[in-house]
């Protein structure tokens, strides 16, 4: 069965204490691979797609990387407003629907 | 550009009662969806609209039915709510000419079925 598993379920950081996000894929015919962004009581925030093993995006104080197995999202030196859940999505080919994970709480503590 | 909007924002039925969560976009997508998310479930995916005049069934589609109205308006319908529909309701539009399938995504739908 084709799915996303995200790593940890919660994640609590310092102030300045980089660390990274996992999302591993077991999909057949990936098409592309989502990071959004959601704070509390809101929609999701689209942040990053990756296609293909190797692409890495950055934004901010986040970069995410893809490979054939898994993505990371990377936080360097976060901060406070950091703080949200973090999702990855999978696209399969021939299809523009997204499978979500079930997210990371991140909270960075000042 | 106001991006996704969905109305109400906030809903408290009773079971059996029916509604009509209405989502609108103004970014001329071609895609729209529903999901819901629900603790420990993450986002599922009910139905969905490839373009005006289509739609299909997702995950969890039991229980709803949908309309596109017109390109820029996609509606999902309880017609008999149950306890069980209580969860938040996100509407999302894609088609951008550079990302076909990245999503946006609406402000959501809090609904409370008693």
């Known amino acids: 069965e084709d799915q996303v598993t995200q790593s940890p379920e919660a994640l609590r950081l310092q102030e300045g204490e980089s660390s990274s996000l996992n999302c591993s894929y077991t999909v057949s015919g990936l098409r592309g691979l989502f990071w959004y962004r959601q704070d509390p009581g809101k929609g999701p925030e689209f942040l990053f797609t990756?296609?293909?093993a190797g692409e890495e995006k950055e934004k901010e104080r986040l970069k995410a990387t893809l490979t054939k197995k898994e993505s990371f999202l990377h936080i360097t030196a976060p901060k406070p407003e950091d703080s949200a859940t973090y999702l990855c999505a999978w696209s399969g080919a021939g299809s523009y629907q997204l499978t979500f994970g079930k997210g990371t709480k991140l909270s960075v503590i000042p | 550009n106001a991006g996704v909007t969905q109305t109400p924002k906030f809903q408290v039925l009773k079971t059996g009662q029916s509604m009509t969560l209405q989502c609108a976009q103004d970014m001329n997508h071609n895609s729209m969806y529903w999901y819901r998310q629900d603790p420990g479930m993450g986002l599922r995916l009910i139905y969905y609209s490839a373009s005006e005049g289509t739609t299909d069934k997702g995950e969890v589609p039991n229980g709803y039915n949908v309309s596109r109205l017109n390109k820029r308006e996609f509606s999902l319908r309880l017609e008999s709510a149950a306890p069980s529909q209580t969860s938040v309701y996100f509407c999302?539009?894609?088609?951008?000419?550079?990302?076909?399938?990245?999503?946006?995504f609406g402000p959501g739908t809090r609904l409370l079925v008693l």
């Open positions: 999302a539009s894609s088609g951008e000419e550079a990302n076909q399938e990245t999503q946006y």
């Open positions: 990756l296609y293909s």
